[in-house]
C-alpha cells in the first residue's frame, strides 16, 4: 500500500485491515506447524488475540482464512497494475505489479517466517497439499483472474468481457505466480521468489504481445 493511500484509509480500515491480515497469518502457522485437521477456529482467533466471534466476522471458515494472504496479495497485483504509468508497456507493468508482492510482501505482514525455514517450507508443502484447501485455492485463483484481467483490458483497450487477451494475460500472470511459488516450495534450498517470478512472466511476455 503507498503511503497516500494509507492517508486516505480511516483508523477503523487500518484496524480491520490488520486484524484481517493477523487472522490469516495464524490460520498459516498454525496449520504448517500442527496440520489443517488439528487447528480449530478457536486456536486461530486465540493466537491472533481475538474472540472466534470477531474471526467470523472475517471468515467463513478456517481455509477461507488461510488462503486470504494469497488472494490479498493477487489482488494488489491488479491495483498496482491500475496504478503504473499509462505509457508503460503492459508486460513490464505487470513485471512491476508482481514482483511488487513478493519481494516487498503484502500490505501488512503480521509476523515473520519463522527462523527454520527448512521446517517451515517443509509444513507449508503439506499444508498446500492438503485436499480441504484446494477448492479455497480455485475459487481464490478465479477471484483474482478476473481483476487482473480487467485491469488488463483497461490498459491495453480491451474488454474483459468480449476478448481473450486480457483473460489470456490474466491466466498467464495467474500461472506463472502459481508454478513459482509450487517449483519454490520443491526445491532445496528454495530459489527466490523474485527469480523465479521474472522467469516465467518473461517467458509468457515473449509469446503474448500486446495486441
Known amino acids: 500500500m503507498s503511503t497516500a493511500d494509507g492517508e486516505h484509509l480511516g483508523l477503523r480500515e487500518r484496524k480491520k485491515r490488520a486484524t484481517r491480515a493477523t487472522l490469516s497469518w495464524a490460520a498459516i502457522r498454525l496449520t504448517v506447524e500442527?496440520?489443517?485437521?488439528?487447528?480449530?477456529?478457536?486456536?486461530?482467533?486465540?493466537?491472533a488475540g481475538v474472540s472466534p466471534r470477531t474471526f467470523n466476522n472475517y471468515y467463513s471458515s478456517k481455509g477461507?482464512?488461510?488462503?486470504?494472504?494469497?488472494?490479498?496479495?493477487?489482488?494488489?497485483?491488479?491495483?498496482?497494475?491500475?496504478?503504473?504509468?499509462?505509457?508503460?508497456?503492459?508486460?513490464?507493468a505487470i513485471r512491476h505489479a508482481v514482483l511488487g508482492q513478493f519481494v516487498a510482501g503484502p500490505e501488512v505482514v503480521a509476523d515473520p517466517v519463522p527462523a527454520d525455514s527448512r521446517q517451515w517450507l517443509a509444513g507449508v508443502r503439506l499444508m498446500v497439499a492438503t485436499p480441504a484447501l484446494q477448492g479455497e485455492f480455485l475459487r481464490a485463483g478465479a477471484t483474482a483472474e478476473a481483476e487482473i484481467a480487467a485491469a488488463v483490458?483497461?490498459?491495453?483497450?480491451t474488454d474483459a468481457d468480449r476478448d481473450l487477451y486480457p483473460r489470456l494475460v490474466a491466466a498467464a500472470v495467474m500461472a506463472a505466480?502459481?508454478?513459482?511459488?509450487?517449483?519454490?516450495?520443491?526445491?532445496?534450498?528454495?530459489?527466490?521468489?523474485?527469480?523465479?517470478l521474472l522467469d516465467a512472466l518473461d517467458q509468457f511476455a515473449a509469446g503474448l504481445p500486446t495486441p
Open 64 to 92: 477461507e482464512a488461510i488462503v486470504a494472504r494469497h488472494l490479498d496479495r493477487c489482488l494488489l497485483m491488479a491495483r498496482e497494475l491500475r496504478r503504473r504509468p499509462a505509457d508503460e508497456p503492459i508486460w513490464t
Open 153 to 157: 483490458a483497461e490498459r491495453t483497450g
Open 34 to 47: 500442527r496440520g489443517f485437521d488439528n487447528v480449530r477456529i478457536e486456536d486461530i482467533a486465540e493466537a
Open 177 to 196: 505466480t502459481n508454478v513459482a511459488m509450487t517449483h519454490r516450495l520443491r526445491t532445496d534450498p528454495p530459489v527466490e521468489m523474485e527469480t523465479l
